[in-house]
């Protein structure tokens, strides 16, 4: 019994970003407003958990997220084929290219 007291107290101490996944969705289910919980990864849980608790996001950090960076690989691509299709020039291609491969990089760190 004791245990399981000093579980809970960690928990309430630690700050939101450091809970597992599964703590998260055991918050989430808890507070009874959050559906889909299982299919969720943890930036949406921990959005989600903040968001029954009324705890305010943290400042975001300086970069993008792996969706978004994703979405904007798609975009580029998009753009270098309608230009391939009008007969871009080499350099133009290249230039859209190299641009896809620095976005994909970041989505790997």
């Known amino acids: 019994m004791a245990g399981k007291k000093?579980?809970?107290k960690e928990k309430k101490?630690?700050?939101l970003e450091n809970w597992t996944i599964k703590e998260l969705r055991e918050e989430a289910l808890k507070s009874?407003?959050?559906q889909g919980v299982h299919g969720m990864n943890k930036e949406e849980l921990l959005t989600e958990v903040r968001k029954a608790k009324g705890v305010p996001e943290?400042?975001?950090a300086k970069g993008q997220g792996v969706r978004e960076l994703k979405a904007k690989v798609q975009e580029l691509r998009q753009k270098r084929d309608e230009e391939r299709e009008q007969g871009?020039?080499?350099l133009r291609l290249t230039v859209l290219r190299k641009k896809i491969a620095k976005?994909?990089?970041l989505?790997?760190?």
């Open 13 to 15: 101490e630690k700050p």
């Open 6 to 8: 000093k579980e809970e």
């Open 32 to 34: 009874g407003e959050v």
């Open 88 to 90: 871009a020039s080499k």
């Open 103 to 105: 976005i994909k990089r």
């Open 107 to 109: 989505t790997k760190g």
């Open 58 to 60: 943290p400042g975001k």
